[in-house]
């Protein structure tokens, strides 16, 4: 061993500033002789870093021929503090610490294990060992400093397996564990290791990872012997976590890749990504060897030189900064530029060495390995619903500069303070600040919707009375009124001692009157009832519809009594009223929803406290009968009892001419959103109905008429200034419609 120091070596060139193309990194210093020795075109290699325990930091350089150490904090600056003539030259060499050791080796000569006492540093260094009874020549080093564990791969003894060391009761003189063949992949060029568990890269073979927990005998944990862009696989890293594995191919034009471990039966590939400072015009880029600190991972990329990867994203990873080592390549052509990188040292400086070049010391600019990563974390999570014209608070607990609001992928607010969402999207805070690489918080989706819940507002329950299959009862929670919807396969007999009915029902107790609109009734009867019970033959009365104009009306007098029906004159648009007067119920129909007449009255003796409610059933045996019941409403005692309060934004259908709910939130087209709902009039018709608006349009507005599965039938223009629109489309059958104007979408009935 000699020292050597800027006044003794006079061919020595310290750069202290090197004009390089970079991104977010800059030069902290350069050392470079040029009259060491080559190998090939090779005269740097490998390079690794130590910190003594007074915190100052060294780096360790491979040369052809030397072995050296830097000082990089010297009152010189970046300095040799001790320099190794290996006595042979090698195109490759290796190097790795454990406590106050170096570990070195050559995949050429006869040099085997040599071990350097680092303690005597700044002022020496000490080889204190150096053996070639177990191996001569090996191309890589691991420790697994966890557990005391050195590792050596590729070597001339078992080039198929993998040599293993104990450091734990003597690291100046290594112990022999054992040498196993490892069973699945041959030549072993590089490996990792984390807590027994070995990543090795068999070159074209693959990867293979064994559990080498007990060294004689390595147990297969799993392969990947086919993955996109396969080429020489050559070395890996792994995440922090132990959920991702980073790891190079050595062939030209092959990405680097990303792999899911976590489950090491099934390892997939996430991500590819890559460098190619010199595309267009070249993209045929070769990387070297990868390692991770934090969420970044520091890649030596021969022509590119050190390659800066944030992974916060494994499916979406970017680059985000580099520095050149060697830029004056032209083209990807044969193996110059950077060999190796050491991103580890406490103070985040990362170390480099370049083929051509010399030794590096560098400096990330604008970032750094120890920040905490900006994170954030929202206070909802999975899917909102929301009905048209509703909006929900969306917040978040953050840390970090730089964080935005994305809806979709796009920016939806230029800050992270809480937002009001009223679309419909995905919904997420996005940091783009660490040199464009994305970090994202979890995901919220907001659906605006106007399908039922099956999930019925206090009081209402779903009831079953008798044999009543396939029975659904759900809710519109978006309607602008209180709208259910009921189905059931249930086939009820027009007389006798049972019943057979799906039904919405709620308790009350006194007098009371219900109210609804039934519409779009198909394969049967529904309607309003008032029972004693839900038992099949309580006593019970009930008026119903088949969307017709004739109304049933059925009744039971007496438990287990036989069941008494008439047909009535009702109305058209399904406007029904049921009413309790002591022991008189009574049945009401309306043309308008506002004015109501009384049908027929029944003397029915029941309780104080009865079920009332809603109810179908079907006329003909397997098929399903269904029907909405629009603007439920009950009152007691002359005060109204219904579902929740509608939420904000909700609109109620306009006085006058009666209308229909809006379902659906769209774009103003031209109808001013304080103006209300339109209405359709006559609704129920025939077919030839009207569109009436409650101020003139102040622009072009758009209407659109679909069918119930939304096949569009009409569109036309409405005109500016417009107060009516009449439909003058093809002639319609009978059935359900829906009528899409502005931001509202109403229901229209065509008989």
Same mark, same amino acid.
């Given at each position: 061993?000699?020292?050597?120091?800027?006044?003794?070596?006079?061919?020595?060139?310290?750069?202290?500033?090197?004009?390089?193309?970079?991104?977010?990194?800059?030069?902290?210093?350069?050392?470079?002789?040029?009259?060491?020795?080559?190998?090939?075109?090779?005269?740097?290699?490998?390079?690794?870093?130590?910190?003594?325990?007074?915190?100052?930091?060294?780096?360790?350089?491979?040369?052809?021929?030397?072995?050296?150490?830097?000082?990089?904090?010297?009152?010189?600056?970046?300095?040799?503090?001790?320099?190794?003539?290996?006595?042979?030259?090698?195109?490759?060499?290796?190097?790795?610490?454990?406590?106050?050791?170096?570990?070195?080796?050559?995949?050429?000569?006869?040099?085997?294990?040599?071990?350097?006492?680092?303690?005597?540093?700044?002022?020496?260094?000490?080889?204190?060992?150096?053996?070639?009874?177990?191996?001569?020549?090996? $191309?890589?080093?691991?420790?697994?400093?966890?557990?005391?564990?050195?590792?050596?791969?590729?070597?001339?003894?078992?080039?198929?397996?993998?040599?293993?060391?104990?450091?734990?009761?003597?690291?100046?003189?290594? +112990?022999?564990?054992?040498?196993?063949?490892?069973?699945?992949?041959?030549?072993?060029?590089?490996?990792?290791?984390?807590?027994?568990?070995?990543?090795?890269?068999?070159?074209?073979?693959?990867?293979?990872?064994?559990?080498?927990?007990?060294?004689?005998?390595?147990?297969?944990?799993? +392969?990947?012997?086919?993955?996109?862009?396969?080429?020489?696989?050559?070395?890996?890293?792994?995440?922090?976590?132990?959920?991702?594995?980073?790891?190079?191919?050595?062939?030209?034009?092959?990405?680097?890749?990303?792999?899911?471990?976590?489950?090491?039966?099934?390892?997939?590939?996430?991500?590819?990504?890559?460098?190619?400072?010199?595309?267009?015009?070249?993209?045929?880029?070769?990387?070297?060897?990868?390692?991770?600190?934090?969420?970044?991972?520091?890649?030596?990329?021969?022509?590119?030189?050190?390659?800066?990867?944030?992974?916060?994203?494994?499916?979406?990873?970017?680059?985000?900064?580099?520095?050149? +080592?060697?830029?004056?390549?032209?083209?990807?052509?044969?193996?110059?530029?950077?060999?190796?990188?050491?991103?580890?040292?406490?103070?985040?400086?990362?170390?480099?060495?370049?083929?051509?070049?010399?030794?590096?010391?560098?400096?990330?600019?604008?970032?750094?390995?120890?920040?905490?990563?900006?994170?954030?974390?929202?206070?909802?999570?999975?899917?909102?619903?929301?009905?048209?014209?509703?909006?929900?608070?969306?917040?978040?607990?953050?840390?970090?500069?730089?964080?935005?609001?994305?809806?979709?992928?796009?920016?939806?607010?230029?800050?992270?303070?809480?937002?009001?969402?009223?679309?419909?999207?995905?919904?997420?805070?996005?940091?783009?600040?660490?040199?464009?690489?994305?970090?994202?918080?979890?995901?919220?989706?907001?659906?605006?919707? +106007?399908?039922?819940?099956?999930?019925?507002?206090?009081?209402?329950?779903?009831?079953?009375?008798?044999?009543?299959?396939?029975?659904?009862?759900?809710?519109?929670?978006?309607?602008?009124?209180?709208?259910?919807?009921?189905?059931?396969?249930?086939?009820?007999?027009?007389?006798?001692?049972?019943?057979?009915?799906?039904?919405?029902?709620?308790?009350?107790?006194?007098?009371?009157?219900?109210?609804?609109?039934?519409?779009?009734?198909?394969?049967?009867?529904?309607?309003?009832?008032?029972?004693?019970?839900?038992?099949?033959?309580?006593?019970?009365?009930?008026?119903?519809?088949?969307?017709?104009?004739?109304?049933?009306?059925? %009744?039971?007098?007496?438990?287990?009594?036989?069941?008494?029906?008439?047909?009535?004159?009702?109305?058209?648009?399904?406007?029904?009223?049921?009413?309790?007067?002591?022991?008189?119920?009574?049945?009401?129909?309306?043309?308008?929803?506002?004015?109501?007449?009384?049908?027929?009255?029944?003397?029915?003796?029941?309780?104080?406290?009865?079920?009332?409610?809603?109810?179908?059933? %079907?006329?003909?045996?397997?098929?399903?009968?269904?029907?909405?019941?629009?603007?439920?409403?009950?009152?007691?005692?002359?005060?109204?009892?219904?579902?929740?309060?509608?939420?904000?934004?909700?609109?109620?259908?306009?006085?006058?001419?009666?209308?229909?709910?809006?379902?659906?939130?769209?774009?103003?087209?031209?109808?001013?959103?304080?103006?209300?709902?339109?209405?359709?009039?006559?609704?129920?018709?025939?077919?030839?109905?009207?569109?009436?608006?409650?101020?003139?349009?102040?622009?072009?507005?758009?209407?659109?008429?679909?069918?119930?599965?939304?096949?569009?039938?009409?569109?036309?223009?409405?005109?500016?200034?417009?107060?009516?629109?009449?439909?003058?489309?093809?002639?319609?059958?009978?059935?359900?419609?829906?009528?899409?104007?502005?931001? $509202?979408?109403?229901?229209?009935?065509?008989?």
């Amino acid at each position: 061993m000699r020292r050597l120091t800027l006044a003794l070596f006079s061919l020595l060139l310290l750069v202290p500033l090197y004009s390089q193309d970079s991104l977010n990194i800059s030069q902290a210093g350069r050392w470079h002789d040029p009259s060491l020795p080559s190998t090939s075109g090779i005269r740097y290699n490998d390079v690794w870093g130590y910190t003594d325990t007074g915190g100052r930091e060294y780096g360790i350089a491979g040369s052809a021929r030397y072995t050296l150490f830097f000082e990089l904090d010297s009152p010189e600056g970046l300095r040799e503090a001790a320099r190794f003539d290996e006595g042979f030259s090698s195109i490759w060499r290796d190097y790795k610490t454990y406590g106050h050791y170096a570990y070195g080796t050559a995949d050429q000569g006869n040099g085997g294990l040599v071990v350097y006492d680092l303690s005597g540093l700044p002022g020496s260094v000490t080889k204190v060992y150096q053996s070639n009874a177990v191996f001569s020549r090996a $191309h890589n080093l691991f420790v697994d400093e966890a557990q005391g564990r050195l590792y050596v791969a590729g070597s001339n003894t078992r080039p198929n397996g993998v040599i293993i060391f104990d450091l734990n009761a003597d690291p100046a003189s290594p +112990t022999l564990l054992a040498d196993p063949v490892l069973p699945e992949g041959g030549y072993i060029h590089d490996i990792f290791v984390r807590n027994h568990i070995a990543y090795c890269s068999h070159g074209f073979l693959g990867l293979a990872v064994y559990d080498l927990s007990q060294p004689a005998s390595p147990i297969p944990l799993g +392969t990947m012997t086919n993955y996109p862009e396969q080429g020489y696989n050559h070395s890996s890293w792994l995440t922090e976590d132990s959920q991702l594995l980073i790891f190079a191919d050595e062939t030209f034009g092959r990405s680097l890749k990303a792999v899911d471990v976590s489950n090491l039966q099934d390892m997939e590939v996430t991500s590819l990504f890559k460098s190619e400072l010199l595309a267009p015009a070249h993209t045929n880029s070769i990387a070297h060897n990868p390692f991770i600190r934090g969420r970044y991972a520091v890649v030596s990329y021969y022509h590119d030189g050190v390659q800066v990867f944030d992974l916060s994203d494994p499916e979406h990873i970017q680059q985000v900064a580099w520095y050149d +080592t060697y830029p004056e390549h032209a083209n990807y052509q044969g193996f110059r530029g950077c060999w190796g990188v050491y991103p580890f040292l406490p103070s985040g400086r990362i170390l480099a060495t370049d083929i051509s070049n010399g030794f590096f010391v560098l400096q990330p600019q604008g970032w750094s390995f120890d920040e905490p990563a900006p994170s954030a974390e929202l206070s909802m999570s999975g899917e909102i619903q929301l009905c048209p014209g509703d909006s929900v608070l969306l917040s978040a607990t953050f840390s970090g500069e730089g964080w935005l609001w994305e809806r979709d992928g796009q920016v939806f607010s230029a800050s992270p303070y809480p937002i009001w969402a009223s679309q419909a999207g995905a919904y997420r805070l996005a940091n783009y600040s660490a040199g464009g690489a994305a970090i994202y918080s979890g995901t919220v989706s907001v659906a605006i919707d +106007t399908a039922p819940v099956e999930e019925l507002p206090q009081p209402w329950q779903q009831a079953i009375i008798g044999n009543a299959p396939s029975t659904q009862a759900a809710f519109f929670p978006c309607s602008s009124g209180e709208d259910f919807f009921l189905s059931t396969k249930a086939l009820n007999p027009g007389s006798g001692a049972q019943d057979h009915l799906g039904a919405a029902l709620q308790p009350i107790c006194g007098n009371f009157t219900i109210t609804a609109q039934v519409v779009g009734a198909e394969n049967g009867q529904a309607g309003l009832v008032v029972r004693e019970s839900t038992a099949s033959g309580s006593k019970f009365a009930g008026m119903f519809t088949s969307g017709g104009a004739t109304y049933r009306r059925e %009744a039971r007098l007496t438990t287990g009594g036989a069941k008494i029906s008439a047909l009535h004159l009702g109305s058209p648009n399904g406007w029904m009223r049921l009413q309790r007067q002591g022991q008189l119920v009574r049945m009401y129909r309306s043309f308008d929803g506002a004015q109501f007449q009384l049908l027929t009255q029944i003397a029915l003796p029941l309780d104080e406290c009865a079920e009332v409610g809603l109810a179908v059933f %079907a006329q003909r045996p397997g098929k399903t009968a269904s029907a909405e019941f629009h603007s439920v409403s009950i009152e007691t005692n002359g005060q109204q009892l219904s579902a929740p309060e509608p939420e904000k934004g909700r609109q109620s259908p306009p006085e006058g001419i009666q209308g229909t709910p809006s379902l659906s939130l769209g774009s103003p087209n031209g109808l001013d959103e304080k103006a209300g709902a339109p209405a359709i009039a006559p609704n129920p018709s025939r077919g030839a109905f009207a569109l009436y608006f409650q101020q003139p349009l102040s622009s072009p507005a758009i209407v659109e008429l679909l069918s119930p599965n939304g096949k569009s039938l009409h569109r036309a223009q409405i005109a500016a200034g417009a107060e009516v629109w009449h439909y003058q489309g093809p002639p319609l059958p009978s059935g359900l419609y829906l009528l899409n104007v502005g931001q $509202h979408t109403l229901r229209a009935v065509v008989e």
